[in-house]
């Protein structure tokens, strides 16, 4: 499981009863962080690899959770109806296309940038919703620009580095849907993630 999965699994803001749309779900790892926290949650992932959706509809089967996955691209609004979730939760591609960083196109924007990410995100949660994310501390001024530009105000934020002397490598960003201006920042999350060394 990585490092920054689970640390955007435990700062989330979870409440009891919501709806939750991971977008980019993966093999459903966010979703069953989440569920650990608060197991009345209602979940759907989104998931624009068939292979990747159908790992993530067998792992919820096996654990008997009634998680709903869908097989399909995040900026297609037909997908589900405006304001149709309390949380949208990310851990998306960091790096813009042609930025030549390691990772491959799991780690590219080729197949949704951030600008478009907000935008899902903005659609998808109600007025007073929340959208949550991590990302690289710094793309930070581009997360606030298309955040704020799909009505999304950044309103929590954590950093995460491997020890005090080490700059940041994630930053844990909350927003929330036509909340006011005010920016929280926590303390900064250190750890030993080899996997991210």
């Excluded at 924007?109 to 949550?132: H, K, N």
Aim: charged residues 20%; glycine residues 10%.
């Amino acid at each position: 499981m990585g490092g920054d999965s689970l640390a955007l699994g435990r700062f989330a803001t979870v409440r009891r009863g919501w709806k939750v749309c991971d977008l980019g779900c993966g093999s459903g790892v966010l979703d069953l962080l989440l569920l650990e926290r608060e197991e009345s949650l209602s979940l759907t992932g989104v998931e624009a690899s068939p292979a990747a959706a159908e790992t993530a509809r067998r792992t919820f089967a096996q654990n008997g959770l009634a998680v709903r996955v869908v097989t399909g691209d995040l900026r297609d609004r037909s997908l589900f109806p405006a304001n149709a979730f309390d949380l949208a939760i990310s851990n998306p591609p960091w790096f813009p296309t042609g930025a030549g960083k390691p990772g491959g196109p799991a780690r590219s924007e080729e197949g949704c940038t951030l600008e478009e990410l907000c935008a899902a995100a903005g659609y998808l949660v109600r007025p007073g919703g929340r959208f949550a994310l991590v990302h690289r501390p710094e793309r930070l001024a581009d997360l606030f620009a298309a955040l704020r530009s799909h009505g999304l105000e950044p309103k929590r934020l954590a950093f995460r580095q491997h020890s005090p002397s080490t700059p940041p490598s994630a930053v844990l960003v909350e927003a929330v849907r036509q909340g006011r201006p005010g920016l929280e920042v926590l303390p900064t999350l250190f750890h030993a993630d080899p996997a991210l060394h």
